[in-house]
T-cell receptor, first 117, second 115 residues
Framework: EPEVTQTPSHQVTQMGQEVILRCVPISNHLYFYWYRQILGQKVEFLVSFYNNEISEKSEIFDDQFSVERPDGSNFTLKIRSTKLEDSAMYFC???????????????FGSGTRLTVV | QQQVKQSPQSLIVQKGGISIINCAYENTAFDYFPWYQQFPGKGPALLIAIRPDVSEKKEGRFTISFNKSAKQFSLHIMDSQPGDSATYFCAASLPPPGGYNKLIFGAGTRLAVHP
């Protein structure tokens, strides 16, 4: 079964440092997303990306965040200057269509646990 | 308006019992309601989903009941098994062009099925 692959699985970084979280979406998918989950809390939408541009972003996704699809396979989330409160699990997801379908939803990766110290 | 409220926060069920998790929403424009299952250290995985033109959907031991007038939907797990122990999230999505598959998640329910 096709998978969304995320690397690294765990990243520890010092406050103020830049981090790049990497994702390889499913190959024929066109829509890409980042979500985050602070420990023990709900999954929160960060950003969606389609046709090489951001289609929607949440209020969490401020100027410190950026996304990029540098080539045909990778999708990255960059945090420019990390803060303690950025510590969370970050999930990448992809889907083949813009409209959610009953029988095929998002596919999420296993996540990157980001710890800011 | 964009929130999805989920209850209970945690649930303990005996093996073979029925697990019921409830969600409520305010925005009547939502048109897609999936349930996700998440095991520790893993990403959410789609379990079952429904659109508001259907009142019930069943897949194996999992059933979604949808009450459009009450703006509520629930997940029923029949014959609950220890392997069902996980965190369950309900979610909702707006149709395009207002939503590009952005999912709004409930707070999650941690289910423990005891043998």
């Amino acid at each position: 079964e096709p998978e969304v692959t995320q690397t690294p699985s765990h990243q520890v970084t010092q406050m103020g440092q830049e981090v790049i979280l990497r994702c390889v979406p499913i190959s024929n998918h066109l829509y890409f997303y980042w979500y985050r989950q602070i420990l023990g809390q709900k999954v929160e939408f960060l950003v969606s990306f389609y046709n090489n541009e951001i289609s929607e972003k949440s209020e969490i996704f401020d100027d410190q965040f950026s996304v990029e699809r540098p080539d045909g396979s990778n999708f990255t989330l960059k945090i420019r200057s990390t803060k303690l409160e950025d510590s969370a699990m970050y999930f990448c997801a992809s889907s083949s269509q813009g409209a959610a379908t009953v029988n095929y939803g998002y596919t999420f990766g296993s996540g990157t646990r980001l710890t800011v110290v | 308006q964009q929130q999805v409220k989920q209850s209970p926060q945690s649930l303990i069920v005996q093996k073979g019992g029925i697990s019921i998790i409830n969600c409520a929403y305010e925005n009547t424009a939502f048109d897609y309601f999936p349930w996700y299952q998440q095991f520790p250290g893993k990403g959410p995985a789609l379990l079952i989903a429904i659109r508001p033109d259907v009142s019930e959907k069943k897949e194996g031991r999992f059933t979604i009941s949808f009450n459009k007038s009450a703006k509520q939907f629930s997940l029923h797990i029949m014959d609950s098994q220890p392997g069902d122990s996980a965190t369950y999230f309900c979610a909702a999505s707006l149709p395009p062009p207002g939503g590009y598959n952005k999912l709004i998640f409930g707070a999650g329910t941690r289910l423990a099925v005891h043998p």
